[in-house]
């Protein structure tokens, strides 16, 4: 038994990989035993293929349609577009199940991609054997695969972020070329790529910087980082405010604030209208807390224990992290994923936090590679004590 966890175990890819197949499996059984699904954005998206294809994909021929509506230009929706629209030419009628398959290629390329970036980090396979099941309790990699939408796609290209960043802290060297490619595709992808390209350009700032290479100074780093952005975001509140207050495509992002909303579409989450700075503040540190809370009332029972689940495997990573003794290289890695984390909450915190958390999907998977790592930590610990 002692044998199973040793890095050089024979048997360890083959359980991996074969954990890997299964776990997939299981999660493509469900979305497919499931069906499709057609939101309200998936039919946009489909009006918008139809178009492209009209244009045969001639994309500046389609970036000229609809800017008579503000919304943001039709680039930031070109790829899950482009994606639905040779759906659409390739398969017809069956567009949508063909548009399901490819979310769950994309799916099993992540699992991929996930396993690669912990053998990168020298987790060993059996690690990350037992890591694979925690991704398929996950509510929301049981749920947005069947819907036609850009999420499986972001979160496709928010991991292809985490192995590119991985690579440049293990080889100490920038590619350039793939980090100007994976910001393309994440811009062309949703408008919310904004944070995660963020996280990237500041990552590459201030890893080396000789004050975050302690643990405690990191995390130091990081407190600062959550404690401030409520001000921040308060800030910008109230310049946009004193400068641009009564223009409708800008009001949104202030509109929900003087209602004290929190969680969209869920009151039970509001507070009172703010009748000052700090109110303002209040609400935002609230939104920016509630990004991470696995909790709704409207939630069934299941979903609240498998979402519980799943927090606190990410704080019992991070608390080992801390208090373990790791190389430099992982918390490096530490350090990203949670800037990554911190931005896209904080950037959603200010848009909109929506009914279902959505938009927290695309950093279960680089949060959850957290597990492993600090598992790996735990056992050389073991070892060398």
């Known amino acids: 038994m002692k044998n199973i966890f040793c890095s050089d175990w024979k048997y360890g890819n083959v359980i991996l990989y074969l954990t890997m197949l ?9 979305n497919l035993s499931s069906g499709f699904v057609m939101s309200s954005d998936s039919v946009r998206f489909s009006r918008w293929a139809d178009e492209l294809i009209k244009f045969n994909f001639n994309f500046n021929e389609f970036f000229s349609i609809d800017r008579a509506y503000h919304r943001p ?30 979310n769950l290629l994309l799916v099993f390329l992540s ?73 393309f595709l994440l811009s062309g992808c949703r408008p919310s790529s904004i944070p995660v390209i963020f996280s990237i350009i ?36 109230s310049f946009i405010e004193i400068n641009f207050n009564g223009i409708p495509k800008i009001d949104f992002l202030t509109n929900m604030v003087k209602t004290g909303m929190i969680i969209h579409d869920r009151p039970n989450t509001w507070v009172d209208v703010p009748s000052n700075f700090f109110d303002v503040v209040y609400i935002y540190f609230l939104r920016l807390a509630n990004f991470f809370n696995p909790y709704a009332s409207g939630f069934s029972m299941i979903h609240i224990v498998l979402n519980f689940i799943l927090t606190f495997v990410v704080a019992l990573s991070i608390l080992n992290w801390f ?49 492993p790592i600090s598992l790996e930590m735990f056992l050389k610990k073991i070892k060398y004590n």
């Open 22 to 30: 299964v776990c997939f499996s299981l999660i493509a059984f469900y």
């Open 73 to 102: 230009h039709l680039f930031f929706f070109s790829v899950p577009v482009a994606l639905i629209s040779l759906c659409k030419v390739l398969f017809v009628n069956e567009w949508q199940f063909a548009f399901l398959l490819t």
């Open 111 to 183: 699992l991929i991609i996930f396993v690669k970036c912990l053998l990168l980090t020298g987790v060993r396979p059996i690690l990350i054997s037992l890591t694979l099941p925690i991704i398929v309790i996950s509510i929301d990699m049981l749920t947005w695969p069947r819907f036609i939408l850009s999420d499986i796609i972001y979160a496709f290209l928010v991991l292809m972020c985490v192995f590119f960043v991985i690579k440049i802290i293990l080889k100490k060297k920038i590619n350039y070329f793939n980090i100007f490619l994976i910001i």
């Open 202 to 237: 500041f990552f590459t700032l201030v890893s080396n910087l000789q004050i975050l290479s302690k643990k405690k100074n990191i995390l130091f780093f990081l407190l600062i980082i959550f404690t401030s952005t409520p001000f921040i975001l308060g800030l910008v509140y």
């Open 323 to 371: 208090f373990l003794q790791s190389f430099i290289k992982n918390d490096k890695i530490f350090l990203f994923i949670l800037i990554l984390s911190l931005s896209v909450a904080a950037f959603h915190s200010f848009i909109l936090i929506d009914y279902d958390w959505r938009y927290r999907f695309p950093i279960i998977l680089p949060l959850l590679m957290l597990f």
